[in-house]
C-alpha cells in the first residue's frame, strides 16, 4: 500500500527558510513525477513544484528562485527547501507522486507570520 507522509510544517516569521519532507513507503522510483501542492483557505490546490524520475524539476513562478524541490532515493524521501518565506506562502502543503494513478499525503501546516 503506497503511502505518503508529509512532515516539517510549522510556524514561521516572514524571511524565514522550512524543510518539509515528504516520506514514501515505496520506492520513489516507482512515480513518474512527484511534487508538492499547496492549499490556502478559501483557494484551490496549487502545483509549487514536482520532479520527475530523472531528476528534471519544475516551479510555480510565484516559488522561482525561493524554494528547491530535491529528492533521496536512498531514503524514498522528496524534500522542499522554502527559503525567503513570506505570508502569501502561507497553506496546507501536500506531497503529490503520480504512477498509474495519483498519490497523495496528508498534508502539513505552513504558516508564515510575525
Known amino acids: 500500500q503506497v503511502q505518503l507522509v508529509e512532515s516539517g510544517g510549522a510556524l514561521v516569521q516572514p524571511g524565514g527558510s522550512l524543510r518539509l519532507s515528504c516520506a514514501s513507503s515505496?520506492?520513489?522510483?516507482?512515480?513518474?513525477?512527484m511534487g508538492w501542492y499547496r492549499q490556502a483557505p478559501g483557494k484551490q490546490r496549487e502545483l509549487v513544484a514536482s520532479?520527475?524520475?530523472?531528476?528534471?524539476?519544475n516551479y510555480a513562478n510565484s516559488v522561482k528562485g525561493r524554494f528547491t524541490i530535491s529528492r533521496d532515493n536512498a531514503k524514498n524521501t522528496v524534500y522542499l527547501q522554502m527559503n525567503s518565506l513570506k505570508s502569501e506562502d502561507t497553506a496546507v502543503y501536500y506531497c503529490?507522486?503520480?504512477?498509474?494513478?495519483?498519490?497523495w499525503g496528508q498534508g502539513t501546516q505552513v504558516t508564515v507570520s510575525s
Open positions: 515505496v520506492s520513489i522510483f516507482s512515480f513518474n513525477v
Open positions: 503529490n507522486g503520480i504512477n498509474t494513478r495519483g498519490f
Open positions: 520532479i520527475t524520475s530523472r531528476g528534471s524539476t
